[in-house]
């Protein structure tokens, strides 16, 4: 999942002394309250009929951080947890993309419109790039935050802006995308937005990924279509076809795209894994349909395909754990690895179905243990 100016002061965080339990109801906190362990459980009760969900998880800094629609969750190495809030109602925080080369967690909150970062230093928020105007639909189906060793970029639907700490956003230069439009749907018109599946910055040269045709976040994997191009992005803005073989199954699903310093991976919308890096452009296939999608720190794709498993890629493909609970279609998944630990969380896709609820594990050797965070 992936959505959406003026600077605002950094926020250091005074220790863990500060915690709330209640944020006025007309207003929206600057920066965010600390909400330790006993009292997150008030939070999730003023979502009222809604459940509790998870947007994101990554390791930072030896702790598991979650996007919630509470706020952002931070569980340490012992288990113990705290709640980041912003406002009492309406707090949700999606993601987390990981800013390697600037060590700092980037999220969107929905409801402010802005970003957050969070680093050592503690929260800062950064509006969005000056020429971005969308609505919470856009929001929701078209921000995404890019990550890499050499910096941190935001892509929409059809741009791209590169983060500086001195100059804020900067446009990257790009030309529109050569993309024909949806021959299955008579009402289609050309148009770039369903066409541009991944930006990927490596360290001596940038991937853009396109489709040959707008295609959208819920449509079936078994349309019919042509795979997906990639091309080099050059210093002037042009695009440089990359000439490689690819099988018709190579169609990016840039939904669950993950990137990781110099490696990208992201499932096929026809099943099976695409892998790309500076020197590798590869299809590879899989044990089912991955529903989950992260990257090692060695740089190795972990994936959870239900009836399966979870399972590591590093030139075959090694089962890791057993899945903890069955597949149901009616939930999200998502996975974090860091060095020693493995995270797994499920989230209701229908938060407003209250009897079912998000689960969370984080692996123990070689067990996935259960985590209760309030």
Same mark, same amino acid.
């Given at each position: 999942?992936?959505?959406?100016?003026?600077?605002?002061?950094?926020?250091?965080?005074?220790?863990?002394?500060?915690?709330?339990?209640?944020?006025?109801?007309?207003?929206?906190?600057?920066?965010?309250?600390?909400?330790?362990?006993?009292?997150?459980?008030?939070?999730?009760?003023?979502?009222?009929?809604?459940? &509790?969900?998870?947007?994101?998880?990554?390791?930072?800094?030896?702790?598991?951080?979650?996007?919630?629609? !509470?706020?952002?969750?931070?569980?340490?190495?012992?288990?113990?947890?705290?709640?980041?809030?912003?406002?009492?109602?309406?707090?949700?925080?999606?993601?987390?993309?990981?800013? =390697?080369?600037?060590?700092?967690?980037?999220?969107?909150?929905?409801?402010?419109?802005?970003?957050?970062?969070?680093?050592?230093?503690?929260?800062?928020?950064?509006?969005? *790039?000056?020429?971005?105007?969308?609505?919470?639909?856009?929001?929701?189906?078209?921000?995404?935050?890019?990550?890499?060793?050499?910096?941190?970029?935001?892509?929409?639907?059809?741009?791209?802006?590169?983060?500086?700490?001195?100059?804020?956003?900067?446009?990257?230069?790009?030309?529109? &995308?050569?993309?024909? &439009?949806?021959?299955?749907?008579?009402?289609?018109?050309?148009?770039?937005?369903?066409?541009?599946?991944?930006?990927?910055?490596?360290?001596?040269?940038?991937?853009?990924?396109?489709?040959?045709?707008? !295609?959208?976040?819920?449509?079936?994997?078994?349309?019919?279509?042509? *795979?997906?191009?990639?091309?080099?992005?050059?210093?002037?803005?042009?695009?440089?076809?990359?000439?490689?073989? =690819?099988?018709?199954?190579? !169609?990016?699903?840039?939904?669950?795209?993950?990137?990781?310093?110099?490696?990208?991976?992201?499932?096929? @919308?026809?099943?099976?894994?695409?892998?790309?890096?500076?020197?590798? !452009?590869?299809?590879?296939?899989? *044990?089912?349909?991955?529903?989950?999608?992260?990257?090692?720190?060695?740089?190795?794709?972990?994936?959870?395909?239900?009836?399966?498993?979870?399972?590591?890629?590093?030139?075959?493909?090694?089962?890791?754990?057993?899945?903890?609970?069955?597949?149901?279609?009616?939930?999200?998944?998502?996975?974090?690895?860091?060095?020693?630990?493995?995270?797994?969380?499920?989230?209701?896709? @229908?938060?407003?179905?209250?009897?079912? @609820?998000?689960?969370?594990?984080?692996?123990?050797?070689?067990?996935?243990?259960?985590? =209760?965070?309030?």
């Amino acid at each position: 999942m992936a959505f959406p100016g003026k600077l605002l002061l950094i926020l250091l965080l005074v220790s863990g002394s500060l915690t709330c339990t209640s944020i006025p109801e007309d207003r929206v906190t600057a920066f965010p309250v600390v909400v330790e362990r006993g009292a997150i459980g008030s939070a999730v009760e003023k979502l009222g009929d809604n459940a &509790f969900s998870y947007s994101g998880i990554a390791f930072f800094n030896s702790k598991l951080i979650a996007g919630t629609n !509470i706020g952002v969750l931070e569980i340490d190495l012992d288990g113990n947890s705290r709640l980041f809030k912003w406002t009492d109602f309406d707090d949700v925080v999606e993601e987390p993309w990981l800013d =390697t080369a600037n060590s700092t967690l980037w999220f969107l909150h929905s409801n402010r419109q802005t970003l957050v970062r969070y680093s050592r230093e503690g929260w800062s928020e950064i509006s969005l *790039p000056g020429d971005v105007e969308l609505t919470r639909a856009d929001m929701l189906n078209g921000i995404k935050g890019v990550g890499a060793k050499t910096g941190f970029w935001l892509r929409s639907t059809n741009a791209v802006w590169r983060w500086n700490d001195e100059t804020r956003w900067t446009r990257v230069r790009m030309p529109e &995308f050569d993309c024909s &439009f949806n021959i299955l749907d008579p009402t289609d018109r050309p148009r770039n937005s369903g066409c541009f599946a991944a930006f990927l910055p490596f360290s001596d040269k940038t991937f853009v990924v396109t489709h040959w045709r707008p !295609i959208s976040a819920n449509e079936s994997g078994d349309t019919p279509t042509q *795979p997906d191009r990639v091309s080099i992005l050059e210093a002037e803005g042009d695009l440089v076809e990359v000439n490689i073989p =690819t099988p018709s199954k190579f !169609i990016v699903d840039e939904s669950m795209l993950k990137t990781s310093n110099d490696n990208a991976f992201a499932p096929s @919308r026809t099943g099976g894994l695409i892998q790309i890096s500076p020197n590798l !452009i590869d299809y590879v296939n899989t *044990p089912g349909k991955a529903e989950a999608l992260t990257i090692s720190s060695e740089g190795h794709a972990i994936a959870y395909f239900p009836g399966h498993g979870i399972f590591e890629w590093n030139g075959k493909w090694e089962k890791l754990f057993a899945e903890p609970e069955p597949y149901s279609p009616d939930f999200f998944y998502f996975l974090a690895k860091d060095t020693e630990r493995l995270a797994f969380a499920t989230t209701p896709k @229908r938060p407003r179905a209250r009897s079912t @609820r998000s689960q969370l594990w984080i692996s123990e050797g070689k067990q996935l243990v259960e985590n =209760t965070p309030f």
